[in-house]
């Protein structure tokens, strides 16, 4: 009862009891305990397991998309699962080019993808031949779990924006981890909740916003998403096509209202490339 409640799931169970039959202990384990202790027992022993469920939950709630090491911390914390831990051993690389499509919308999910390195864009394509991007990717991010959350098709695409490496993990694997581990089903609800938000922001503001805004908007994602962390003015080379499908509005338009940015010391443009010059003007536009 407790790990269905949202409030409590995430806090360790510790089964202290007489019932000492390994039918018991099995039963206790399958109802979700994190240990599972027969009396007799010391306090040291008690001790030593609560001290040991507290620092793993601890660990569990530190790892959160943070790349294949953070995947690997996360799995090396439930020793007692058996055969998920074959996770590590079944995953598979794959690399893509620039403009590979990583899958398209209707395809048959294969797995929980996680970006290594690079960068990805998962859009929506519309039938006259016109895209939305709706996420912009950085190494870290997990995706493409919703339709196996789902048990249907992709609904989106997802589309090298540069040469990325990623990690694929089986279905049975991700499914086997989110049944025996309420944090890390939490964890992946959270993701899809940040997700979802995105979206209806973003619809949002195609309802709403001025093309000047929306883009203002998009440079300062791209920054958000992709700057290095260094003092230097953040430039980014990003296609105006993909940049126009981000802002939600057709190619021209996009290229004018850059123009427009340039002409107001906004920004600088070298080519494709692109430099924010005065982020907080872009961050306090209005129309």
Do not use: C, W
């Amino acid at each position: 009862l407790l790990g269905k409640n949202e409030e409590t799931s995430s806090i360790p169970f510790i089964f202290l009891t007489a019932k000492a039959e390994r039918s018991d202990l099995r039963r206790g384990m399958e109802m979700g305990a994190d240990d599972y202790i027969t009396k007799p027992f010391d306090d040291i022993e008690l001790l030593n397991a609560v001290e040991s469920r507290l620092k793993k939950s601890e660990r569990i709630e530190q790892v959160i998309a943070a790349g294949r090491s953070g995947v690997n911390d996360l799995l090396s914390t439930f020793s007692d699962l058996g055969d998920i831990r074959k996770i590590s051993e079944r995953q598979h690389t794959r690399q893509f080019r620039k403009k590979d499509m990583l899958f398209s919308e209707g395809d048959t999910p294969i797995g929980l993808y996680l970006l290594e390195k690079g960068k990805v864009k998962v859009f929506k394509s519309h039938e006259l031949g016109k895209d939305l991007i709706t996420r912009l990717l950085q190494p870290g991010d997990f995706f493409g779990f919703l339709p196996l959350l789902e048990g249907t098709n992709h609904s989106s695409s997802a589309e090298a924006l540069d040469d990325v490496e990623v990690t694929i993990f089986p279905p049975d694997d991700f499914f086997a981890l989110l049944d025996r581990s309420p944090q890390v089903a939490r964890k992946f609800v959270q993701l899809l909740a940040g997700s979802m938000m995105e979206e209806q922001e973003k619809l949002l503001a195609l309802a709403y916003s001025s093309v000047r805004k929306r883009t203002a908007d998009a440079l300062l994602t791209l920054r958000e998403r992709y700057h290095d962390g260094s003092p230097n003015a953040f430039t980014m080379a990003v296609a105006r096509e993909d940049l126009a499908n981000i802002v939600g509005t057709a190619t021209e338009s996009l290229i004018r209202t850059l123009s427009d940015f340039r002409s107001e010391g906004l920004i600088q443009i070298n080519g494709s490339a692109i430099t924010l010059l005065n982020e907080d003007k872009l961050k306090t536009m209005k129309n």
